[in-house]
């Protein structure tokens, strides 16, 4: 006698026939998978978008060279391994030609590495640090991408004169100052074109401050130090 063949059924479900601990199990399942696509695709996104930006960081002078050049100042190369390079920050930040161009540095800096540099640079600079960045940058024009040159004017004078001010004092123990950034005094003796320029940024110095420049540069700076500052000063035209 032949015994007829079992057929294997599919066995379905009606959606009114999930008990609450399957309906439960198959929402949380559905929603790993759906957010973890989510995070992976954004991953592999962000992973190419930094993979594109890496590659213009080989041309000299793009705005993704000086985000990166900003992110190794951060990071810190010296021989002692810690802190932040501020002279190489600053020199970094000062051949940066316009505010429109350091945008376009800070959009780069962020798809390089997912963080911002502005929060960065707050996070890893001294108060005073901080500021005389932010002074450099406001002396920028606002657009172009040509190397800058030197604009003589109040704003410029001021933003020097800021400089030296964040310059002084620029280290802590504590809450206590002590110590001055003698390169950052030197980076803005240097940068100013004229003898002429030097009283200029003392008038406003005086204005922003009531302070006078000659004599906290005497109270700030070693003797050695004061005679090599002026020796670059005097090097330079009256006017």
Sequence with gaps: MRVPMKTTETIHHHEDEFTLEEKIKYGILGVLVIGGSFFIGRSLIRRARATGEEKKTYEEGSTATYAKQIKMA?????????????????????????????????????????????????????????????????????????????????????????????????????????GTDEDAVKTVFMEMPTQSAFWETATAYKNLYGDDLMSDLKGELEFYEWAEMFSILEKKPKQ
């Excluded at 970094?92 to 376009?104: G, Q, V």
């Design 74 to 178: 951060f990071e810190n190369d010296m021989w002692w391994g810690w802190g932040t390079d501020e002279d190489a920050l600053r020199r970094t930040i000062i051949a940066i030609p316009s505010k429109e161009e350091f945008r376009k540095v800070i959009h780069s800096y962020q798809k390089l590495y997912a963080r911002s540099l502005m929060a960065d640079m707050k996070s890893d600079l001294t108060t005073s640090e901080y500021n005389e960045m932010l002074a450099i940058i406001s002396t920028k024009p606002e657009r172009g991408t040509a190397p800058i040159k030197i604009q003589l004017s109040a704003l410029q004078f001021q933003a020097w004169a800021k400089r030296l001010r964040s310059a002084f004092n620029v280290n802590t123990w504590g809450f206590l100052p002590y």
